[in-house]
Nanobody, 124 residues
Framework: QVQLVESGGGLVQAGGSLRLSCAAS????????VGWFRQAPGKERDFVAS????????YYTDSVKGRFTISRDNVKNTVYLQMNTLKPEDTAVYYC?????????????????WGQGTQVTVSS
């Protein structure tokens, strides 16, 4: 069983930065692929970024490439999402999720464990 807790959200002006953290419990966390997703009001939950269990591989949705960076520290059982050059359209609740088994994926239905989410609001 894995429990995930996100933090680091908040209100920021366009062009600013935030770093989200996803703290995990569980001894096998380092073997699990993790993804970040986001959901804006009235919209579906969308994939943002994912990282392999050992951190060697990452993948991003096109709209955040070059602005967001996903990373992890398996000693601290934490995954990060560094978000730079934020835009109003990045406003959403951000969720981290972990797969019970398997590689990185963009489909939210493939993830078994989810955090409660953290609100990110970017003002123009």
């Amino acid at each position: 069983q894995v429990q995930l807790v996100e933090s680091g959200g908040g209100l920021v002006q366009a062009g600013g930065s935030l770093r989200l953290s996803c703290a995990a419990s569980g001894r096998t966390f380092s073997s699990k692929a993790v993804g970040w997703f986001r959901q804006a009001p009235g919209k579906e939950r969308d994939f943002v970024a994912s990282i392999a269990g050992n951190g060697a591989n990452t993948y991003y949705t096109d709209s955040v490439k070059g602005r967001f960076t996903i990373s992890r520290d398996n000693v601290k059982n934490t995954v990060y999402l560094q978000m730079n050059t934020l835009k109003p359209e990045d406003t959403a609740v951000y969720y981290c999720a972990a797969r019970g088994r398997g590689n990185m994926a963009t489909n939210s239905r493939l993830y078994d464990y989810w955090g409660q989410g953290t609100q990110v609001t970017v003002s123009s």
